[in-house]
């Protein structure tokens, strides 16, 4: 299974992006799927997961202005980010989560990480 995530740009504070992490090689199936985004300087942080179930969850720092969604059927996750801020600005992953307990916070629980696509939030 690989993950292509695309979608990024850049985009002025209050805009909104949609990113898309699209699988090949395997379909996601039964695959929960997270988001991750790496701003400079800093570790690369979990802000949103989605299951097969549709159950969702979200970090603090996005609650309320990203939502992740799925469609199976075009084997693809994405991300609705809205309002966004300076501080959104990064490069996002998505990656497999290998045992589906949804925690953001153990990079090492998740897999098959793609290569990242650039947000920058800036006027």
């Known amino acids: 299974l690989q993950l292509v995530e695309s979608g990024g740009a850049l985009v002025q504070p209050g805009g909104s992006l949609r990113l898309t992490c699209a699988a090949s090689g395997a379909t996601l199936g039964d695959n929960a799927v997270g988001w991750f985004r790496q701003a400079p300087g800093k570790e690369r942080e979990g802000i949103a997961w989605?299951?097969?179930?549709?159950?969702?969850m979200y970090g603090d720092s996005v609650k309320g202005r990203f939502t992740a969604s799925r469609d199976n059927a075009k084997n693809a996750i994405y991300l609705q980010m809205t309002n966004l801020k300076p501080d959104d600005t990064g490069v996002y992953y998505c990656?497999?989560?290998?045992?589906?307990?949804?925690?953001?916070?153990?990079?090492?629980?998740?897999?098959?990480w793609g290569q990242g696509t650039q947000v920058t939030v800036s006027s």
């Open positions: 990656a497999v989560d290998r045992y589906g307990l949804a925690r953001l916070y153990d990079l090492s629980d998740f897999g098959s």
């Open positions: 989605i299951n097969s179930g549709l159950t969702t």
